[in-house]
């Protein structure tokens, strides 16, 4: 299984940002992709998830009405929106994906399978 992140940057407060997660190799038709976010310093937080089957979503309180994430399921990518940025959203972002959790509130306290290799967001003036 191969996970890559891509669209991070360098974005003003209340900017937008659409990161990319392209997954490939899966062996079953469900997996669930999260998107995680670790910042200088500080412990690495759940932010959201999607499912390859019913395309079940969950979002953390942090990021829930700015944040949105979605499949196409056809280039076998996710995606995930990010609007009204704020200046504590600045973290590497990474993209995991498990074929065997399940997107809800407790998806975040699993050790994901795949992991991508991180991409910047940084939002500053």
């Known amino acids: 299984v191969q996970v890559v992140e891509s669209g991070g940057g360098l974005v003003q407060p209340g900017g937008s940002l659409r990161l990319s997660c392209a997954a490939s190799?899966?062996?079953?038709?469900?997996?669930?992709i999260g998107w995680f976010r670790q910042a200088p310093g500080k412990e690495r937080e759940g932010v959201s998830c999607?499912?390859?089957?019913?395309?079940?979503?969950y979002y953390a309180d942090s990021v829930k009405g700015r944040f949105t994430i979605s499949r196409d399921n056809a280039k076998n990518t996710v995606y995930l929106q990010m609007n009204s940025l704020k200046p504590e959203d600045t973290a590497v972002y990474y993209c995991?994906?498990?074929?065997?959790?399940?997107?809800?509130?407790?998806?975040?306290?699993?050790?994901?399978?795949?992991w991508g290799q991180g991409t910047q967001v940084t939002v500053s003036s």
């Open positions: 995991a994906a498990d074929p065997w959790v399940l997107c809800y509130s407790g998806s975040f306290k699993y050790e994901y399978d795949y």
């Open positions: 999607i499912s390859s089957s019913d395309g079940s979503t």
């Open positions: 190799g899966f062996t079953r038709n469900y997996y669930v």
